[in-house]
């Protein structure tokens, strides 16, 4: 595990095409420094490079080119770095390594295993607010449909969840029918989003509703929320 | 514009195959709801349920073999609902009624115009 502070930060460069004992350089590198348990490596490809043999190699889209530059970054404490200086020379073979003094500002934390088997029984009950906002599917909000804007807007201002709902016959404001047509792509009705959250946070989204809805209808209820909280336990491990 | 009152909503649950006088439940209810001169009525259909009977309704891909749930939902006073009420009671042989007090916030363009 890597802590904040003085570091070695090392840098391979590498050519794609070259193989060890069948597998791409690269790859055995990789493997040698996870399984050294060095803190983490990454691989990047360049677009394009060259080398000490003074080929040029790019990504080209006539000719595939199988040459190009591939570069293998850690950062790890200096010990590590030198116990394992050896071995990574001879895999790198014609490849350069370089290394360089870095601070390590914030360490990568480990994820925390995820708890396997939630408990069975664990749910969240409480007092909330269903929002329903009854809107035409042909209503607009700048570029996109109007119920698609409100979606995004809501999962923007954080609220719990929401489900858009196509209604195959109906009529709103305007009072005029809105009728699905069966074999038909075109769909011209009426759409129903429904939105769980507390009221102070549906209340604080009010005002963009104001905006963006022009015509159409918007409903509070109170509800009771039983949430089973599955997914949220294991969000709360990895944090 | 925008106007907000107190309202309560209506939900019915029944199968899109049900019909009152040939033509189908929910357009008829719908008309009802125009008729009352409530404000907002929608139906939806369901890809699966089950209601009383207890018989499994399916959603079709087939759009016109249809025998899906379908649930409608009616928004008006307590005084256009209390009027619907009655009508249902004729018109729904087999299905649910739910209510429940909600506010309401309507937002309607014509500022001037009175609902017809």
Same mark, same amino acid.
């Given at each position: 595990?890597?802590? +904040?502070?003085?570091?070695?930060?090392?840098?391979?460069?590498?050519?794609?095409?070259?193989?060890?004992? =069948?597998?791409?350089?690269?790859?055995?590198?990789?493997?040698?420094?996870?399984?050294?348990?060095?803190?983490?490596?990454?691989?990047?490809?360049?677009?394009?490079?060259?080398?000490?043999?003074?080929? /040029?190699?790019?990504?080209?889209?006539?000719?595939?080119?199988?040459?190009?530059?591939?570069?293998?970054?850690?950062?790890?404490?200096?010990?590590?770095?030198?116990?394992?200086?050896?071995? !990574?020379?001879? !895999?790198?073979?014609?490849?350069?390594?370089?290394?360089?003094?870095?601070?390590?500002?914030?360490?990568?934390?480990?994820?925390?295993?995820?708890?396997?088997?939630?408990?069975?029984?664990?749910?969240?009950? =409480?007092?909330?607010? /269903?929002?329903?906002?009854?809107?035409?599917?042909?209503?607009?909000?700048?570029?996109?449909?109007?119920?698609?804007?409100?979606?995004?807007? /809501?999962?923007?201002?954080?609220? +719990?969840?929401?489900?858009?709902?196509? =209604?195959?016959?109906?009529?709103? +404001?305007?009072?005029?029918?809105?009728?699905?047509?069966?074999?038909?792509?075109?769909?011209?009705?009426?759409?129903?989003?429904?939105?769980?959250?507390?009221?102070?946070?549906?209340?604080?989204?009010?005002?963009?509703?104001?905006?963006?809805?022009?015509?159409? !209808?918007?409903?509070?209820?109170?509800?009771?929320?039983?949430?089973?909280?599955?997914?949220? !336990?294991?969000?709360?491990?990895?944090? | 514009?925008?106007?907000?009152?107190?309202? %309560?909503?209506?939900?019915?649950? $029944?199968?899109?195959?049900?019909?009152?006088?040939?033509?189908?439940?929910? @357009?008829?209810?719908?008309?009802?709801?125009?008729? $009352?001169?409530?404000?907002?009525?929608?139906? $939806? %259909?369901?890809?699966?349920?089950?209601?009383?009977?207890?018989?499994?309704?399916?959603?079709?891909?087939?759009?016109?073999?249809?025998?899906?749930?379908?649930?409608?939902?009616?928004?008006?006073?307590?005084?256009?609902?209390?009027?619907?009420?009655?009508?249902?009671?004729?018109?729904?042989? @087999?299905?649910?009624?739910?209510?429940?007090?909600?506010?309401?916030?309507?937002?309607? %363009?014509?500022?001037?115009?009175?609902?017809?």
């Amino acid at each position: 595990m890597l802590n +904040a502070g003085k570091a070695i930060k090392v840098s391979i460069y590498l050519s794609d095409g070259a193989t060890r004992h =069948g597998v791409p350089v690269y790859s055995a590198i990789l493997d040698y420094l996870f399984y050294r348990g060095v803190a983490g490596a990454t691989v990047t490809k360049g677009v394009a490079g060259f080398g000490a043999d003074h080929h /040029m190699h790019s990504a080209n889209m006539v000719e595939i080119s199988d040459r190009l530059p591939i570069k293998i970054e850690f950062i790890e404490t200096r010990e590590k770095v030198d116990a394992i200086l050896g071995k !990574l020379e001879e !895999l790198a073979g014609t490849g350069l390594i370089e290394m360089q003094e870095t601070t390590v500002v914030k360490p990568a934390q480990v994820s925390k295993p995820k708890q396997l088997v939630p408990p069975a029984h664990l749910k969240i009950e =409480g007092k909330a607010q /269903m929002m329903r906002i009854y809107v035409s599917e042909e209503d607009r909000w700048k570029d996109k449909p109007l119920y698609e804007a409100l979606v995004a807007a /809501m999962r923007a201002n954080d609220i +719990a969840g929401v489900t858009v709902y196509r =209604g195959i016959l109906g009529y709103g +404001a305007h009072r005029r029918m809105h009728k699905d047509k069966p074999l038909s792509t075109a769909h011209h009705g009426s759409v129903m989003l429904s939105a769980i959250d507390t009221e102070e946070k549906l209340r604080a989204f009010l005002p963009l509703v104001d905006q963006m809805v022009a015509e159409g !209808l918007v409903v509070f209820s109170d509800v009771d929320i039983i949430k089973y909280a599955y997914r949220a !336990l294991e969000v709360e491990a990895q944090s | 514009m925008k106007e907000q009152f107190p309202a %309560r909503m209506l939900r019915i649950h $029944f199968g899109e195959n049900d019909r009152w006088h040939g033509k189908p439940l929910h @357009e008829a209810i719908l008309a009802k709801c125009m008729e $009352f001169g409530i404000p907002e009525a929608i139906v $939806f %259909r369901g890809i699966e349920g089950y209601g009383s009977g207890t018989r499994i309704r399916h959603a079709s891909h087939w759009p016109l073999a249809k025998d899906a749930p379908v649930q409608l939902s009616v928004i008006g006073t307590e005084e256009q609902i209390g009027k619907l009420i009655p009508c249902l009671d004729t018109m729904v042989e @087999e299905g649910l009624v739910a209510t429940s007090a909600v506010e309401v916030i309507r937002y309607s %363009r014509d500022a001037g115009k009175a609902p017809e």
